[in-house]
């Protein structure tokens, strides 16, 4: 996982708490159903807020 600062300009779409019995596994299965459907999703860990984001990569044309 990267840290938040290496992607900023990311579009995040969706947030796990890392506090949660599962840790970062439901942001993995997140991002891999987004990848399957075409989409660059990646998790990385939010330290300031203890959440493991999903996130995409910004567009060229945003």
């Not at 992607?7 to 970062?24: N, Q």
């Not at 807020?49 to 567009?59: E, F, G, K, N, Q």
């Amino acid at each position: 996982m990267l840290e938040v600062s290496a992607v900023m300009g990311a579009k995040v779409l969706e947030r796990f708490s890392a506090g949660a019995p599962r840790g970062s596994w439901p942001a993995e299965e997140y991002a891999a159903a987004r990848r399957a459907q075409g989409e660059p999703a990646t998790v990385v860990m939010d330290l300031k807020s203890d959440a493991y984001l999903v996130v995409i990569p910004p567009r060229d044309d945003d």
